[in-house]
């Protein structure tokens, strides 16, 4: 868990961005207390992520996709991916957990339910574990990361006891 918070420290020094460049990917701006979010692609397209947010953070996740991160208070978040080369912009996803760039799958939750996502798709599986008992998913979350063949390695705190417990999770079609 403390890894985890040292690398959103690390993120949120390093890794957040101010649409200052002609050329960044995300675009945030505000005009008459109404603020926007903007893909800007390649092409010169501009297709509009969200209206009225907070100021976002994005970072790339492969060199064509795009991850645009918002607050929705602590310790929430959502993030909307972005695919440059595609010119698509997914639907929001909450509490995000692991991305699978291989794949394309994004795993994410809320309350005792963990689910992985075709990212552009509605493809979904649902993962139920005996989480512990948190105000937030995320928080049970010590560690997630996919593996090559598209199973996702999770770590996470289990029962009221907040045993840490460590399982591969095949996805289920």
């Known amino acids: 868990m403390i ?3 040292l ?11 101010e649409s200052k460049g002609k050329n960044d990917p995300i675009v945030w701006s505000c005009a008459k207390n109404e603020c926007r979010i903007y893909a800007q692609f390649p092409s010169g397209n501009k297709i509009k992520i969200i209206d009225n947010p907070d100021e976002p953070a994005w970072k790339y996740i492969s060199n064509d996709l795009v991850e645009v991160i918002l607050s929705c208070g602590s310790p929430c978040s959502y993030s909307i991916f972005v695919d440059m080369k595609q010119e698509q912009v997914s639907e929001p996803f909450f509490n995000v957990v692991a991305f699978d760039t291989i794949h394309t799958r994004v795993a994410f939750g809320n309350d005792s339910l963990l689910l992985i996502r075709d990212l552009f798709e509605d493809n979904v599986c649902e993962i139920r574990k005996e989480f512990s008992p948190v105000a937030n998913l995320s928080s049970a979350i010590e560690m997630a990361h996919f593996l090559e063949n598209g199973a996702l390695v999770l770590q996470y705190l289990s029962g009221p006891e907040f045993k840490t417990k460590t399982d591969t999770v095949k996805w289920c079609r």
């Open 3 to 5: 890894n985890r918070l």
């Open 7 to 17: 690398f959103l420290c690390f993120f949120v020094v390093t890794g957040c961005a």
